[in-house]
C-alpha cells in the first residue's frame, strides 16, 4: 500500500467534530469497560481470564504488505531506479506468514490482492522481461484465482503468490493455536499501473459486484463463516450494522478464539459501493469489514493511517465509540533510518486495536542504520495486550492468548 492517508484523515476529523456531540449517548453506553471474568474456554474446560471483554478492548501489532519481499536482482532494482524515484522504499521483505504469526507475535496481517479470473496475468512481470529474465515458474501464478503482489509488474515479489495459498498457511497456523484471539486480515484490493499497462504490461479486470462476489466465495473456501467474524455476527434484527456497533459492541473474546475476520483497506468509494450494492448497506451476506466513517449503516471498521497530531485524538474517539480501527507505527523507510519511536508511541497509545508495522522484530532496520522496532511495550513474549483506551482499569492476570 503506497498510498497516503491525508486526505481520508482529514475527513475524519471534520466528521469527528460535528459528530462527537451527536454520538456522546451512544458512546457513553458503547464505551463501558466489560468486566473480564474467569470463563471456561470451550470444548477445553481451561479458564479464560480474558474471555469476557470484546475484540475491541484488545491490541496487537500487524505486519503492513505481510507478503512483501524485495527485489534482489541488480539488473531489476536499476530499471527500479529509473521508473520510481522512490523506489528504494520497496527495499524491505517479510517473514513468512506462519513465522509471523508464531515467532515475531504478530496478530494482524495486509495482503494486496489483484483479480486474475483466467489465470497467469502476473506470471511474466514486465520488469523481468526488461532486465531479461524468464517469467516466473510458479505453477500457482497460471491457475485461476487471486494473486497477491504489491505492484504488478513492478514489484512482484511475494512469500504466498495467491490469496487461496495465503489464507491456507493462515488457517494453518491457526488450526494448530485454536486459543488464539481473532486475528485481523486486511484486504487491499488492487488494480494495474496505467503507465506500465502503455508499455505492454498486464491490465487487470476491474473489481465490479461480480468480481467482490467471487472474492468472498475465495475466502470462504479456505474460511468457512464459523471461522469467520462477519458483519453478519454483529448485525442485529432491525438494526444497522453501525447501530449494532455502538449499542452492542463486537463480539467477545471467548466467542470468537481461533477465528479471524476480513477487513477491506479501499477508500475508494466505487468499490465499496459495488461490495454493498443489491441491499447490502449493512454489509449483510459479506465477508469483509469496509472501511467506512461514522453515519454510514455499514460503519463497524475504520482506517486512520497516522496516528500523530489531531489523528491521535480522532482514533481514541472512535474506540470509544466502540468501532475498530487500524493505524501505522511507522511508513518506509522513515523511521528504520532515523530510528525515530514518536509515531509508534501515537500509534500505542491512541487505542487502535491494529497497529501495522514493516519491522515486528529487532534487527530488520539494522540495514537502514538504526534499531527501530515496533513492539507492544512490556513483556517481549506477549502478542496481544488490554487496550490503553477501551480496555478495563484492570488487565485480567494471566496471558490474554495462551501460549
Not at 18 to 34: D, E, G, H, P, Q
Not at 114 to 119: C, K, T
Not at 284 to 291: P, W, Y
Request: proline share 8%; hydrophobic share 35%; charged share 25%.
Amino acid at each position: 500500500m503506497r498510498t497516503s492517508s491525508t486526505g481520508r484523515a482529514g475527513s475524519l476529523i471534520r466528521r469527528w467534530a460535528c459528530a462527537v456531540t451527536a454520538f456522546a449517548a451512544v458512546a457513553a453506553l458503547s464505551s463501558t469497560a466489560a468486566t473480564a471474568q474467569p470463563d471456561t474456554a470451550a470444548g477445553r474446560g481451561h479458564r479464560d481470564p480474558a474471555g469476557d471483554l470484546r475484540l475491541t478492548q484488545l491490541q496487537a501489532m500487524a505486519t503492513h504488505n505481510s507478503y512483501h519481499r524485495e527485489t534482489t536482482s541488480h539488473a531489476e532494482q536499476n530499471l527500479m531506479s529509473q521508473y520510481d524515484p522512490n523506489w528504494q522504499t520497496l527495499l524491505y521483505s517479510h517473514s513468512t506468514l506462519p513465522v509471523q504469526f508464531e515467532r515475531q507475535r504478530a496478530r494482524g496481517i495486509e495482503l494486496d490482492v489483484f483479480p486474475d479470473p483466467e489465470g497467469g496475468l502476473y506470471a511474466d512481470p514486465l520488469l523481468r522481461k526488461r532486465a531479461g529474465l524468464p517469467p516466473l515458474d510458479d505453477p500457482e501464478l497460471n491457475k485461476p484465482g487471486f494473486k497477491v503482489l504489491h505492484w504488478a509488474d513492478f514489484d512482484y515479489r511475494s512469500t504466498c503468490a495467491t490469496l487461496r495459498g495465503c489464507l491456507r498457511q493462515v488457517k494453518k497456523w491457526s488450526d494448530s493455536r485454536p486459543g488464539h484471539v481473532a486475528v485481523p486480515i486486511l484486504l487491499e484490493l488492487k488494480q494495474t499501473d496505467p503507465r506500465l499497462e502503455e508499455q505492454g504490461g498486464a491490465k487487470s479486470p476491474p473489481w465490479d459486484t461480480a468480481m467482490l462476489d467471487a472474492l468472498d466465495k475465495e475466502i470462504r473456501s479456505v474460511f468457512p463463516d464459523e471461522e469467520t467474524v462477519t458483519p453478519d455476527d454483529i448485525r442485529r434484527p432491525g438494526r444497522t450494522l453501525e447501530q449494532s456497533v455502538l449499542r452492542h459492541g463486537w463480539p467477545k473474546v471467548r466467542d470468537t478464539r481461533g477465528q479471524v475476520m476480513f477487513f477491506m483497506d479501499n477508500d475508494d468509494q466505487e468499490i465499496q459501493d459495488a461490495y454493498r450494492a443489491s441491499g447490502r448497506e449493512s454489509l449483510q451476506g459479506r465477508v469483509l469489514f469496509t472501511d467506512s466513517e461514522p453515519g454510514r449503516p455499514d460503519a463497524a471498521f475504520m482506517k486512520v493511517n497516522d496516528p500523530r497530531g489531531a489523528n491521535k485524538a480522532v482514533i481514541r474517539d472512535l474506540v470509544r465509540r466502540g468501532f475498530f480501527v487500524r493505524t501505522r507505527s511507522d511508513v518506509p523507510l522513515d523511521q528504520a533510518r532515523s530510528g525515530d519511536t514518536g509515531m509508534l508511541r501515537d500509534a500505542l497509545s491512541s487505542g487502535a486495536q491494529m497497529v501495522s508495522t514493516d519491522f515486528p522484530v529487532p534487527g530488520l532496520a539494522a540495514r537502514y542504520g538504526s534499531d527501530y522496532v515496533a513492539e507492544l511495550p512490556g513483556d517481549p513474549d506477549r502478542a496481544v495486550r488490554c487496550n490503553p483506551v477501551t480496555g478495563p482499569r484492570h488487565c485480567p492476570r494471566g496471558p490474554l492468548e495462551p501460549r
